[in-house]
Each structure stands twice: as C-alpha cells, then as structure tokens.
C-alpha cells in the first residue's frame, strides 16, 4: 500500500453528492410499525421487516440471527473500503446523517440507519438505529442481522475491514497526536538531511533496524518485541529531526501526545494502546523531564513495563539534561534501553553546516574564523541557522543582496551576547552513546 497524505485521508471521508445519492438514498420511505422504546422490540421490528432483503431469507426466519456489534460504521473510511473491494452497500432505511467540515473542506460523516453489506456469495443486514436509551434519552444501538450459515463470513469480512485499516493507517503520512491535531511529516527526509557526527548517526541507525530486524529473536525466547532509547543532549542538536527521520525512513506508524495537557496521565495510556495496535509503531515522548512533572511515575512505569506486543513497540523519549529524569526510569534494562548523546557540533561539522546555509558567502579562512567563536560558546545547530538568518536581516538592512564576513561577525556578536555566553555543553566527549547512568555519573559527574 502506497503512503497516504492527510488530504488523501480527509478526502476517503468525504460526503460527497455521489456519495448520497449511491449510498444513503433508502430504499424504503413509508416505515411503519417502528418500536422506539426498546431496543429488544427495535431488533424484532427490523428482523420481521427488512430480514427479507437478505437472500437466505426464508419464510420462517428461524435462521437469521441478530447480533449487538459495532466494529463497522457507515462513514467515508468503509464506504471507501467497498469501493476498493467490490463490497456493495444499499440503503434500506435512513434513520441520520452526522457529519462535520475537515480543514480541508471535506466532509465527514456517518450515517444511521439499515444497510445491506453484499460480498461475494453472502448479505447482511447492518442496522444503527435511534431508540430510548436507559435515560430515556435518544441513543444508537449498533447489530446486525445475518443468516446463521453466513456469521463466520460476516467475521471475515469485518476483520478483513479491520486490516485494511490498519494497513492504510499505518502507511499515512501523519503523526497521530493524542488530545491534539494529526501532525503531517515529510516521508522523503533521509540521513543527508541530518547533521550528525557519523558515529551517532551509526549509533542511531543500528539501533533502530536491529530491533526491526529482531522479531523472531524475541518470539524465539518469548520476550515482549519492544524498545526504548533516549536521546539527550543540549536544545536544538537535531533530537526531534531524528525522530522525524526514523519515521519517514523505517515505517513506522508514529504516535505522541499533546504537550501539557492536563489529562497527559489519560493521554499517554491511550498513546500505549494505539502504539501496540499499530506495531510496528514509533511512540515518541518529547521533552522527557517535562512531561513527568504532569504525569505520575508510577503510571509512566507501568505502562513501560505492562507492554507485551508481538508487533513492535519502539518507545523514545528526549532530553536535555539526562540528570534531571529520576534514575528508575534511566537506570532499568528494558525501559530505556539505549541513551545517545547528542552534544552541540564538532568544529568540522559546524563548518559543514553553516556552508549548506551560507554557501559562497564566506571564504574557508573566513569559515573557520567564525567556527572558532561558534564552537567556544557551545553553539547548537538550532543557534547555527539563527546566525544564518540574523546576518541576512544585517545584510538586508544595508540594502545589500549578498552576506559579508562584516555582517556575519557582526551577528555573531550580538547573538552571543543574546546567549549570555552559556556553557550548554556536558563537557564529555562528542558523539558517543552510553548504556548505563551509573557508568554517566561516575566517569563524567553530574
């Protein structure tokens, strides 16, 4: 199956005018008889009058069972799957149709009432129906009508549905943001696009495709095909464009939740049981430190630890200061498993970087001038692209069209006084990963 955009998915749940017309005209208008107070007395009426429809129908209809399910909705995402798998729907009876606008001005919906679901050599009924819930208060009740001889086929087509859902999910192009907006991701980034010392890249990498590669390794010796690794280091070190990255170049189905919420305990369960569904999936958890001031560990740790998927569950979490995560979570195997530095850049690979930016603005001499300043205060790459921007804005200011070591310099200086000089480094050497926080504190401090 073929990425998918978020557009792309928008537009599957369209409620199109040729979507009305061949799919939600009913079929019968003049209802008569329709219990609305119980829905035992709303299952009796739709089986004696619509079980006719079904072509095992047989005059008795001893032979067609009703059963409560819900796992199927008549919305754009199962129409769309009728579409692709020469599924035909007919409308029987329209009870409803609840839509909403997307932001791409398409429109979702689902609709109520009873369908006929034909495939291949077997029909049903799929009834959602108002009724008078225990509140007496307006509700849909979910059920189904099908010939006996016909349910294993019903099951089938329904867990065939379920796949099909997945699969497309998993090959969206969108990040799925619990309590907030899908976010969508760039499927063509690639490891040129990230500004890393080889070794981390490395680091990273083998990281990730061994674990993809391991699952018989796991199932052979019964343990749980999960793995967590944790990026540290200082702001703006290309931690989250690796995660992008991950993404885009191993296909995995992503998951995260929203920053600060207030039910982010709630949220990150919900995070777990969509990962494990989708696997293999990519649960990634920013700002680590931040997110356990507005969850309870406890909570945290269960989860980490409750999960038993056979799929695939990679869990990353980032840091910029490893010190303050609490040493349960970072000292314990099999929660995070790995840890990799991500230190500010090398003298080399600053230069690297600010020539993909500057280009032919500056000479090597000039280059290695202002990397000699750059690596002294601890710049990130984040801080390496300002300097790019605020020498153009000095450039244009002085209605030139080109950028000069003057104007570079110049924002040098004013970005580091901005920066106060801070040193954000760990004083430990660049691009090395650890295993152990112990190993941490006791060859480098805190």
Known sequence: MKPITEKELHRQQHLSLER?????????????????????????????????????????????????????????????????????VTCLVKDAIASWNTEHDYEHFIAQGIFKISYNDFDFLHCALFHKGNQ??????????????????????????????????SNSQEIWVVGGNPISYESDLSWEDVFLDDSVKEEIKTSVEGFLNSKDFYKDNGIPWKRGILFFGPAGTGKSLSIKTIIAQYGFKPVTIQPGHPQADELLEEAFIYAEDHGPSLLFLEDLPELLTNINSSHFLQLLDGVQTKEGLLVIGTANDLSKIPSNITDRPSRFDR?????????????????????DSLNDDEYKKIVSKTFKNNFSFAYLKELFVM?????????????????VDKALSLLSKDKGFVQTGFGIPRARSIDISAQFEEEFGE
Do not use: M
Not at 155 to 166: A, H, S, T, V
Not at 339 to 359: A, E, G, R, V
């Open 20 to 88: 009305l017309i061949n799919y939600i005209t009913p079929k019968y208008t003049g209802i008569v008889n329709r219990s609305k107070d119980s829905l035992i007395e709303l299952i009796h009426w739709a089986k004696e009058s619509y079980s006719c429809e079904l072509s095992k129908y047989k005059q008795e209809s001893v032979n067609i069972g009703a059963y409560i399910h819900n796992k199927i909705v008549i919305d754009g995402n199962f129409l769309q799957f009728c579409e692709e798998e020469n599924v035909l």
């Open 136 to 169: 007496n208060e307006d509700e849909v009740s979910f059920f189904v009508l099908v010939h006996n001889e016909d349910y294993e086929k019903y099951i089938e087509l329904r867990n065939k549905y379920e796949k099909w859902q997945l699969d497309r999910d």
């Open 339 to 359: 840890k990799i530095l991500f230190d500010n850049p090398s003298k080399d690979l600053s230069i690297k970087y600010l020539k993909k930016w500057f280009k």
């Open 391 to 407: 020498s153009a804005h000095i450039s244009i200011a002085r209605n030139s069209k080109s950028i000069n070591y003057k104007d």
